[in-house]
């Protein structure tokens, strides 16, 4: 991963935790969770033992919130961040990528329309009352695909349970 220059800080100028964290823009929680979780590399150690941050390691920083920012996730951002580190992670190794997420983005759209449309499929076939009583069992639905389980919801409050 290449150097970035930011305001106040030269190349190899060194970051505590609290500076680090302000300069990246995250909490210094976020910090030692990240670092947990691989996605930025264990710091140097100044001699108190304190951790040492660098420019580099604010840009780590900034590009997986960056790629947060655009919805994906942090296993995704950890698999990739090797080649990015590496400089071989180029124009259409990042167009992949976008393309990946844009298509699921487009399934999970997909499947909140589906969701929504069973939704108002149940709200317009409730037939009881507001104040009636609703047993569990007639609230439970299989599940129909979605998740939803409208099937079951629609027969339990239909006008042959409420004449019950």
Known sequence: MSSARFKGFSACATMNISQFAQAAGV???TV?????QGLIGAPR???NRYRSYTDADVAA???VRGAQALGFSLAEIRAILPQVAKGAFGRAEIEQQLQAKIAQIDAHMAQLRTLKKELKATFDAL?????QPVSTAQATAPDSGSGAGAAVVRRAFSRRATQA
């Open 32 to 36: 030692r969770y990240y670092e947990k």
């Open 127 to 131: 037939r009881c009352t507001p104040a």
């Open 27 to 29: 909490s210094t929680d």
């Open 45 to 47: 150690r100044q001699a």
């Open 61 to 63: 920083v900034r590009f």
